[in-house]
């Protein structure tokens, strides 16, 4: 899900309700999730309302046992992404950045990636959205060698363009990024 609200973003960065619905892996009331993260239900009743009034939780289902009705409530989504343009302001301009092989660009690319995507999706409500994505990692043993690869890569990729590209089509945006890896524990 898309926070594209500095107030919804807000609600979600508190500590408690975020505590909230990282215990809501699956449906549960103000009591089960009380008893998950070791509050109140009055305060998790309070938070949950305020999670709900922001669209970052659903109702799910009641059940009624005792005379008493429980109201469990679910994730809105499994993920939560800031819509850049929440903490920016305004998008971040790819155009506005000259040097395109910078981090700068690649980050605006990717910003205008997620703000976009996250408007199509608003849009398309329960549809799917149609996407590609490929994701890889790349050992380059030189510069040289990351240089050949994406001269190859930038000419096989206008090779397909050009071959299925008309301008009476519906417009997909295709980028392609590449930086260099994070060293994690798996990958040293």
């Given at each position: 899900m898309l926070l594209t609200e500095t107030a919804t973003v807000e609600i979600a960065l508190d500590p408690v309700r975020a505590a909230i619905l990282d215990a809501l892996t699956?449906?549960?009331s103000a009591t089960t999730v009380a008893a998950?993260?070791?509050?109140?239900?009055?305060?998790?009743n309070y938070h949950l309302k305020a999670l709900e009034a922001h669209?970052?939780?659903?109702?799910?289902?009641?059940?009624?046992?005792?005379?008493?009705?429980?109201?469990?409530?679910?994730?809105?989504?499994r993920h939560l992404v800031v819509s850049p343009d929440v903490l920016q302001g305004a998008g971040i301009d790819p155009e506005?950045?000259?040097?395109?092989l910078s981090a700068d660009y690649l980050?605006?690319?990717?910003?205008?990636?997620?703000?976009?995507l996250g408007?199509?999706?608003?849009?398309?409500g329960e549809q799917r959205v149609p996407t590609l994505t490929v994701?890889?990692?790349?050992?380059?043993?030189?510069?040289?060698?990351r240089s050949a690869f994406?001269?190859?890569?930038?000419?096989?990729?206008?090779?397909?363009?050009?071959?299925?590209?008309?301008d009476d089509g519906r417009p997909h945006r295709l980028t392609v990024t590449s930086y260099p890896r994070p060293s994690t524990k798996e990958s040293a």
């Open positions: 699956e449906p549960g998950a993260i070791g509050s109140t239900r009055q305060k998790v669209g970052l939780v659903v109702p799910a289902e009641t059940r009624a046992w005792g005379g008493i009705t429980e109201r469990f409530v679910r994730r809105a989504a506005q950045i000259s040097d395109r980050v605006a690319v990717n910003a205008r990636t997620v703000a976009e408007d199509v999706l608003r849009s398309a994701d890889t990692v790349v050992g380059f043993r030189s510069a040289h060698d994406a001269a190859e890569l930038q000419a096989a990729v206008a090779t397909v363009v050009a071959r299925y590209h008309h």
